[in-house]
């Protein structure tokens, strides 16, 4: 029973389709919130994130390896018997919604402080949602190419973040570890979470066409995530001073004010506005998985139902009340805890009992 | 669907035009200057030149000038003046007044331009000798608009480096950099121009303390960002002679290249800052008669001694006037990081106990097309 073979993922779209979920708002608040814990060490903490993150995410291909036609919300009827099963699926949807409900807040946040002042959200999120819509609806297949699409569109932006590198001052990254490996470690916690969005290992695999290479996959997808966020967070730290950098809100974006051409000023919004698409790419597949479990939860096949209503419920949301920058943090922040559960602790909890099983299951048949 | 597909897409048409930050061009009133000033009661007094784009109009910019406390305040105050809505985004220059940066808490009056997404960071921020009136009413009738002149002004003096171009995103990371201390542009409005006067030093707290001359600049320059733009050095040179002379034993050169080398240490409790230059010089002119087939060494020797006497004495100000525009302090944290954690807060004044050296080494690599 090939239930995903209609909507294979090639290895490449596999790759950018995991990369592109896990890089999103924190590329342009990460340099900040190293900052204020490490100072200019936080690249080290990030480095450590990163082998977290790889580590985890070979346990999560390996895990699921074990069912190769199905993804974690197939599995967990199996394990955990019918009903826990749809608790858990429940959850796993919960927990996409969360994060793609956050996603879809704070880039409505960000566009309403850097771009459309006057605008309300409800309307920024509306405008969202209608090419989100077009993209997701066409499942798993489409986002993955929308993911590609998105990164060769996006290639651009280091070259021109080169030309801030006139103004840097390498000096502000030595000594390296000032304070000794204390800091280090503490910022390293918020590092773990950066890389949010590999967690999709548990979804793409059973899409993936060639499977032998998922584990090389998922490893790239995350060295390409941190090399994206170490080039960020080191062009940031010797651009601004250590002393400042605390200021900002979105350091990253306040480097690309900063940037200035003879024909061009304001390139900040240039930026942002090309940033949507990269936003975009972590914000569907959460939104995909939230509905693609939801739908398998009432049994339905069709995942667009919910997707309508997902897309619809949030400018809603927006329009009854619109959050705070406080409840923004919060909010992030009620992602961060979720995530820490669903992509750290849940294959370390579930890969023992699911290889034993698996062994027992083989024992059996021999 | 069709039908559909056609409503939406005309529904976007109209929704996508700006939503409801559109503004139309002809309804702005692009500042491209803005002035902040004390008067003689202590006031705020805020000013702002605009271009002024109608064909009836007889003057191509306007300037006014209100009394206001802060920045966005005063945006009320202009848009009860101008024509259309004034436009933070463009501003290329931000003068102060002298009298204001007396007071150390003259750069929060900035908040706004970092706070607000829309205000540009790249104005480049000037120090106007004198009140700020006397600048915004200048209309030379043979210079372009009065915003763009300065604009112009300031960007070409800095690439000749006989100023600093500190933007306001620069300034922000000066002022909080403790390691360092802010430099702007200081200009002075004479009879029948706008001059620039070269950088001003502004102390750890942000208040005015000293200026230095555009040729001090340019070593300062020199000493920050090595080779930027073009470096052309005037200095005397002392041979004997015979008095009462019209022409001045001077020598002027190009310096071509530049490599700096610092070495940081901490002894006896003071920092010390050991600068190596290697400078590549070519003569563009020579006032005095001089064999340099023969004796180039000689004279490598006394530019880079009187190059030497330049950056002692330069640096001899900074440190009495307690300013260190040259960011010793980032060579201190990087490479003394225990000592200079310890003196951070009040670093000019561990600068001003520091010893520091300049070693020039001149190597002449051209003399011009004349011998």
Request: glycine share 24%; hydrophobic share 0%.
């Given at each position: 029973m090939k239930k995903y073979t209609y909507n294979q993922l090639s290895v490449l779209q596999y790759i950018l389709l995991i990369h592109g979920a896990q890089v999103g708002i924190g590329v342009l608040t990460i340099p900040r919130e190293l900052a204020e814990k490490a100072?200019?060490?936080?690249w080290i903490s990030l480095l450590i994130g990163w082998l977290a993150a790889t580590l985890v995410s070979l346990i999560i291909t390996n895990m699921m390896k074990q069912y190769p036609e199905k993804t974690i919300i197939d599995i967990f009827p199996l394990i955990l018997g019918k009903w826990l099963g749809r608790v858990a699926i429940a959850l796993m949807s919960i927990y996409c919604g969360i994060a793609a409900f956050v996603l879809l807040i704070n880039a409505t946040g960000i566009i309403n402080v850097w771009l459309l002042s006057q605008t309300p959200a409800y309307v920024v999120v509306f405008l969202f949602a209608l090419p989100t819509y077009l993209v997701i609806q066409g499942g798993v297949r489409a986002i993955g190419r929308y993911a590609e699409l998105v990164f060769y569109l996006t290639l651009w932006i280091p070259f021109v973040l080169t030309t801030a590198y006139r103004e840097v001052h390498w000096l502000n990254l030595l000594p390296v570890i000032k304070e000794g490996w204390h800091p280090i470690w503490e910022a390293s916690k918020s590092t773990v979470l950066s890389f949010l969005g590999f967690e999709f290992g548990y979804f793409a695999y059973p899409f993936l066409q060639k499977k032998q290479y998922a584990s090389l996959g998922i490893v790239i997808a995350n060295t390409l995530t941190m090399l994206v966020y170490i080039s960020v967070i080191i062009v940031c730290f010797a651009y601004f001073s250590p002393d400042e950098i605390k200021e900002y809100t979105w350091p990253t974006l306040n480097l690309w004010k900063a940037i200035e051409f003879r024909f061009l000023e304001r390139v900040d919004i240039l930026f942002l506005s090309s940033y949507l698409f990269i936003l975009s790419t972590t914000a569907s597949p959460y939104i995909y998985f939230c509905v693609f479990s939801s739908s398998q939860l009432f049994g339905m096949k069709d995942h667009r139902k919910h997707l309508r209503l997902f897309l619809l419920l949030v400018p809603v949301a927006l329009w009854l009340y619109t959050p705070s920058f406080i409840d923004l943090k919060k909010a992030s922040q009620i992602w961060s805890y979720t995530g820490l559960f669903f992509a750290y602790a849940l294959p370390l909890l579930a890969w023992g009992p699911i290889k034993l099983s698996k062994r027992a299951e083989g024992g059996k048949k021999a | 669907m069709r039908a559909f597909q056609i409503l939406l897409c005309s529904f976007l048409v109209i929704m996508l035009a700006g939503c409801k930050d559109q503004i139309n061009l002809e309804d702005t009133t692009l500042t491209l200057m803005l002035g902040i000033d004390l008067n003689e009661k202590n006031e705020l007094l805020y000013f702002i030149s605009s271009p002024v784009f109608n064909r009836e109009a007889k003057e191509k910019s306007e300037q006014y000038g209100i009394r206001s406390s802060t920045i966005r305040e005063a945006r009320m105050g202009f848009d009860e003046r101008v024509t259309g809505l004034t436009q933070p985004g463009k501003i290329q220059v931000l003068v102060m007044g002298k009298k204001l940066l007396a007071h150390p808490d003259w750069f929060r009056l900035l908040d706004v331009v970092f706070r607000d997404a829309k205000f540009s960071v790249n104005a480049r921020m000037a120090v106007l000798d004198g009140p700020l009136h006397e600048l915004f009413d200048f209309k030379p009738k043979d210079k372009p608009r009065l915003s763009i002149h300065v604009t112009t002004l300031i960007d070409t003096a800095n690439n000749r480096n006989l100023t600093v171009k500190t933007r306001a995103q620069e300034l922000h990371r000066q002022m909080y950099e403790k390691g360092m201390t802010p430099t702007l542009t200081e200009l002075k409005k004479e009879k029948k121009a706008v001059k620039v006067m070269g950088t001003a030093l502004l102390k750890e707290n942000g208040t005015y303390a000293g200026s230095i001359e555009p040729r001090d600049t340019i070593l300062l320059q020199m000493l920050l960002h090595e080779k930027q733009g073009e470096l052309s050095v005037t200095i005397p040179i002392k041979e004997p002679n015979e008095h009462n002379q019209i022409v001045k034993d001077r020598i002027s050169f190009f310096i071509k290249g530049v490599q700096k080398k610092v070495k940081t240490t901490y002894q006896n409790g003071r920092f010390h800052f050991d600068v190596h230059f290697k400078l590549r010089v070519s003569v563009s002119e020579r006032m005095f008669p001089f064999d340099m087939k023969k004796d180039y060494k000689k004279m490598e020797r006394m530019i880079s001694d009187e190059l030497q006497k330049d950056y002692m004495k330069l640096i001899k100000k900074c440190q009495e006037i307690g300013a260190d525009p040259f960011g010793f302090g980032l060579y201190a944290r990087a490479y003394e990081y225990k000592e200079y954690k310890k003196v951070e807060d009040d670093w000019t004044k561990a600068f001003s106990n520091a010893t520091v050296e300049i070693k020039p080494d001149v190597s002449i690599k051209g003399n011009g097309v004349i011998k």
């Open positions: 100072s200019t060490d936080g | -």
